[in-house]
């Protein structure tokens, strides 16, 4: 049978590869850090790295990695077994308070991946009767997770208030039950930061609940890491915040839905990736815990990723390369055309910089970039080294 759909396959990867939307996968052979090694032939060894999530430099932190060996020895590798079997240890009890507390939650429940958590809201807490108002820049998790329930479907254009507004308007006259409205906190491919406190005013007009996927703000953004709700000042407005274990908080995997205590106990009982899918492995929750203990002594990271973001920014910004505005460590250095951001990728990484162009579908098309991502792992040396690097590829292109 396959064999009359190989030929199809095929010329489809070839289209992709001509079109410059090819994503290919290097190897990297050491732990996740401000610096790695490409395994790749012909590449150099230890180059920058510039494109992780790893935003306060904890993926390869010592009291992390120590926490996790004794958690292996404690708790064991697995859980063979999803929660509600045999599958809920103490430490999983553990994290879920803890990030309640930290996030201003009245509970938490944890998902094997952010994305697992998108995919599980939205089918147990909205039917066919009720609506959801979405932001057309939101992440592919949010999307589909909207696709699985039966819910009306609102979009409303990135961050427009006015267009947010019309949506909540068009729901609330067609007669919805619920309205949720959802959002990323921080966008991922633009480091656009979501005007929580206007979402929530508007909210509480049209009577919505309001969530946010919190994944590139948690730990780092708001004046004690708790993300975009901190940062805006509404952390008792919003109903709903989704986020990762895989980013700023580790590194590793894992997702969790932080919300009223209602909305988590109907997720624990009607959420399907939650109840078909198997625990998180103890020792990612057992390591988790000591990120939230670092978490609160973590002001100088903080400062640190400010003070190499701005750095980047302005640096960038003075020789003339399109950034688009903003203060989140995320850094878009906008290109246009796929090819020539693949293109400046591969010379970065020839000159010791690692970093990703990003292309169709992921960012729409002719919007291709090089999304470059701080860290607090990085020294101030590092970031010039960046910097100079683009300067030196820009001209090689161009030359």
């Known amino acids: 049978m396959f064999d009359s759909v190989r030929d199809d396959i095929r010329a489809t990867l070839d289209e992709i590869r001509q079109a410059g939307l090819h994503k290919p996968e290097r190897v990297i052979g050491t732990p996740q850090s401000a610096t790695v090694a490409v395994t790749e032939g012909g590449r150099p060894g230890e180059v920058l790295n510039f494109c992780a999530n790893n935003y306060l430099g904890l993926a390869d932190h010592p009291e992390v990695i120590a926490a996790a060996h004794e958690a292996l020895d404690r708790w064991g590798y697995g859980m063979a077994s999803v929660r509600f079997i045999c599958g809920t240890q103490e430490v999983h009890k553990e994290l879920e308070a803890r990030l309640s507390a930290f996030l201003g939650q009245e509970d938490t429940i944890l998902y094997s991946s952010c994305f697992d958590a998108n995919g599980g809201v939205f089918e147990t807490i909205l039917g066919a009767e009720d609506a959801v ?26 961050r427009d208030m006015a267009d947010l507004e019309q949506q909540l308007k068009e729901a609330t006259e067609g007669g919805a039950r619920r309205k949720l409205i959802v959002t990323d906190g921080v966008f991922s491919m633009d480091g656009y930061v979501a005007p929580l406190g206007e979402i929530c005013d508007l909210a509480e007009r049209y009577d919505a609940m309001v969530m946010v996927d919190d994944s590139h703000a948690v730990g780092f953004v708001g004046p004690g890491g708790r993300g975009t709700p901190e940062l805006h000042g509404v952390m008792d407005r919003v109903d709903i915040i989704t ?7 580790g590194g590793a995997s894992g997702g969790y839905v932080a919300a009223r205590a209602e909305i988590v106990a109907l997720l624990r009982q009607r959420s399907r990736p939650y109840l078909f899918s198997n625990t998180l492995a103890p020792v990612i929750a057992a390591a988790s815990l000591k990120v939230l203990d670092l978490l609160e002594s973590a002001g100088d990271l903080r400062e640190r990723l ?7 920014r302005t640096r960038m910004t003075a020789e003339g390369f399109d950034v688009l505005p903003g203060d989140h460590a995320i850094a878009p250095v906008m290109i246009g055309d796929a090819s020539e951001a693949g293109r400046m990728a591969e010379l970065l990484l020839e000159r010791g910089v690692y970093v990703i162009g990003f292309s169709y579908p992921v960012v729409p098309q002719g919007q291709a970039r090089i999304r470059v ?3 607090a792992a990085h020294s101030t040396a590092d970031v010039n080294r960046a910097v100079d690097a683009f300067v030196e590829t820009r001209a090689a292109l161009r030359g």
């Open 133 to 158: 108002i979405s932001d057309a820049l939101n992440h592919a998790s949010i999307i589909d997770g909207i696709r699985l329930s039966k819910a009306r479907r609102f979009r409303y254009a990135n």
């Open 243 to 249: 986020g990762t274990l895989g980013k700023a908080l």
């Open 306 to 312: 400010r003070a190499n973001t701005e750095l980047f």
């Open 373 to 375: 991502q701080l860290s």
